[in-house]
């Protein structure tokens, strides 16, 4: 149709013209079919926006949940099922509110609507409340360079059973986190590569250790913790970057 049109306006415009070549004929006519052809694009779409991406993380934080499907806006987002502790890459997705599902096995899903902000990255984890309840919870990640031979950290407590929150320290004495509170996500931390954290509930004389061999130098890690006593308490680390 365009090509038509292009002829039509070819044929008015050769009137008053003498002379055409072959050559000159073919530039006018593709001149012609280009100039047609942007301002269809202009007519049909006068309200294009373009939209944002984010980048997300998905984790399956749930510890009786081995299968956990993710799906945003009903399209399916991991490639492979997540097990208890098991987090995806991170997916890009157009910012703005997504509906996000978490799918078991059992086909029994866990939703929520989220809000993601242009640019910004997060990390999305399926989890249980105080409640027993499956529920979607999210915190922003902060992937900027971190300082030579320092591994920069992020924690987050997941374990809903814990009133007194959780202690972090690294092993020398210094604490950094005290009292971590279920949902809550520390600030970043910059610590020497290779150092040792230990970390209990409060109160608890339960001391467990993140092996400093698991944090190298310019890494990004988010650390949550999962867990039913002091005894089971455990920590979950991601590389970010």
């Keep these: 149709m365009v ?3 292009a002829i039509a306006v070819y044929n008015q415009i050769q009137q008053p013209m003498k002379i055409f070549t072959n050559c000159s004929t073919q ?5 012609i079919i280009a100039s047609i052809q942007l301002s269809s694009c202009k007519k049909h779409d ?9 980048r997300v993380k998905l984790v399956n934080a749930v510890l009786t949940e081995f299968h956990q499907d993710v799906y ?13 502790g098991e987090s995806s890459e991170y997916v890009k997705l157009f910012s703005g509110s997504r509906n996000l599902s978490f799918m078991g096995a059992n086909n029994v899903a866990t939703t929520g609507t989220l809000n993601f902000t242009p640019s910004i990255v997060y990390t999305v984890f399926l989890t249980n409340n105080r409640a027993g309840e499956r529920e979607i919870v999210s915190y922003e990640d902060n992937l900027s360079n971190t300082e030579a031979g320092k591994a920069k950290i992020k924690l ?8 007194t929150g959780i202690n972090v320290s690294v092993q020398a004495g210094i604490q950094f986190v005290n009292a971590l ?10 610590v020497e590569a290779g150092s040792n954290l230990r970390y209990t509930v409060v109160g608890s004389g339960n001391v467990k250790t993140i ?12 650390i949550w913790f999962s867990g039913n006593t002091s005894a089971t308490l455990e920590a979950h680390i991601i590389t970010d970057n």
């Excluded at 987050?156 to 009133?163: A, K, M, R, S, W």
């Design 46 to 54: 006068p309200d294009v926006v373009v939209k944002g991406e984010t």
């Design 3 to 5: 090509f038509d049109q």
């Design 181 to 190: 509170l279920y949902k809550e996500a520390s600030n970043y931390f910059a």
């Design 156 to 163: 987050i407590n997941l374990t809903p059973t814990f009133g």
């Design 211 to 222: 092996d400093g061999t698991l944090l190298e130098g310019g890494k990004i890690y988010t």
């Design 72 to 84: 945003v806006d009903s399209e399916k987002k991991t490639t492979t099922a997540l097990a208890f």
């Design 27 to 31: 530039i006018i006519i593709c001149l």
